[in-house]
Each structure stands twice: as C-alpha cells, then as structure tokens.
C-alpha cells in the first residue's frame, strides 16, 4: 500500500463550541504532524523492511531513559513475551509506565490480565503490583475523533472503532458475550458528539457494515487483515482510516515519550512493534546523547 497521509485540511465542523474546540486542538496537532511527520518512518517506508518481533528499543541518557517494547498482541499467559516484558521492566526500573489501548482495569491474576487484555493487562497489573504510575499511550478519544471526521464521515469512524475491537475480543479469554461488549462500546462511542448518530446501537451495527464495510458479507467475522494500515491487499475503508489513525497515534506517542523521558523519567512503555519502528528516527534524535 503506498502511503495514503493526506494533507489535513482546514475544515471546522459546525457541531457547537466544544466540537469546535477539538477540531481547532486536532488541527495543531495536525499543523504540527505537518512539521514533524518527516520525522517519522513513512508508510511506504515500513512496507518495504522486515524486522524482529518484539522490537526492542532502549535508550538512556544517566538516571532517565526509554525502555519501548514493540510487542505482537497476545493474550496467552505462557508466552515468552509475557515474560520478556516483566523480565525487562525489574531490568529496567521504571518510574513511570505506558500502556496501548487505553485505560483497561488491573486484574489480580496473571492468567486474567493477560487472558481478558494482553499486553496492555500486564503492563497494568505490573504497575499495580509495583507502585510504578502507569497511563495510557493513546490521545483522548474525542480528540482523535475530531481528527477523523475531517476526512471521514462519522459513521465511517464509528464502525472503524466498534469493528477495530472484535479480532481482539475473538482472541481473548474473556467470557463475556460479544454483544454485551458490542452495545457497551457503542453506548461508550455514542457519547462522542460527532459519533452520536448511527449505529445506535447492536441492532443498527448491521446495517451501518453493509454503507461502510460492503466487502464483507458478516462484519462480525472481520479479521485483522481489515485494521493493517499498510496491507499487501487493500480490504476497504477500515485500511485507510487504520492508516490516519495510527498516524495520528504515533505523533502523540512520540511527544508524551519525549516529554516524560525529558523530565528525568524512567520510561517503560508496551505498544505493537510497527509503532516502536515507525517511531525510532525521531526518538533517537530526541533522546540519544548528543
């Protein structure tokens, strides 16, 4: 797939003061992806390589450092990643601690943290069990959103985040129905001022799929495949909004690591390896002794 960044336009949408707000907050932090998104490795760019996975990057500088961990996502508590990264973090001794995917809850076990979350479940319960702070990689929701909807339609967005959710769910151990979780997650996006229109709710999801996602005949049995942002195959819309949005992810990740790691913090962070690849050039420049 060849490098599908727009240029971010100048759109405000007309949704009342708070809309606007976030749209004027996404587009400098657009203004500043359109300065320093030459910093980052291009789409284009990573097609073309090949690296190992889990990718390891460390950098220190005295007392303060990046410890980043670029994982594959899983969800089974034997594997050898699991230990890698607890393995790594009493290595390392971090002060602070970072997590993708959001804000998840710390479970008490291994087998639940890992089972119900993965990565992002042991990267809490290990910050949990150690005292460590530990917060979220991601930008606030609502902002990226915000971002979002000046490229795509709201509802376009909104089953781009509901469907993102169900490979991960397929792989989890967690017991809960899929459509329990499908109509807590939606109730969740619908607070969203720009998500407040369809789907509404489980019942609309399928008919929401056949506008956005016709390719797929059942929308409940989409793959990763649909949420890579540089596939070998274009699947549909899901592919070029995966594209904007990791973008758009990777220049927040990149200045909140940067920030931390300026402070004198010892920074353990989880996160796929694509992301820690794509993120490398601008992190050494930042952060390696000079």
Known sequence: MKNTKPTPSLFFPESGLISLLLACLSISLA??????????????????????????????????????????????????????????????????????????????????????????????????RDGVPVFSLEPEREVETAHLVRRFTPEEVKVFYILRQIPQWRNSRDPRPLADRLENMIGGLSLIQELAGAPRDYGELAESCVRVVPEIPDCLAITREWFDPVPDVRKGITNDISAEASWFRDLHMLDLLIDRVRRGERVFAVVGASHVVMQERPLRRALEPK
Do not use: K
């Open 31 to 128: 203004s500043c992806g359109r300065e320093t998104s030459h910093r980052l490795m291009t789409f284009q760019e990573y097609r073309e390589i090949d690296h190992p996975v889990p990718y390891i990057l460390r950098l220190e500088q005295g007392e303060r450092g990046l410890l980043y961990f670029g994982a594959r996502h899983v969800f089974d508590p034997a594997d050898p990643q699991i230990d890698a990264i607890e393995r790594m973090w009493e290595e390392f001794h971090p002060t602070v601690a970072f997590n993708e995917g959001g804000n998840p809850p710390v479970l008490a076990t291994r087998e639940e943290a890992v089972g119900r979350i993965g990565e992002p479940g042991w990267v809490r319960f290990l910050a949990a």
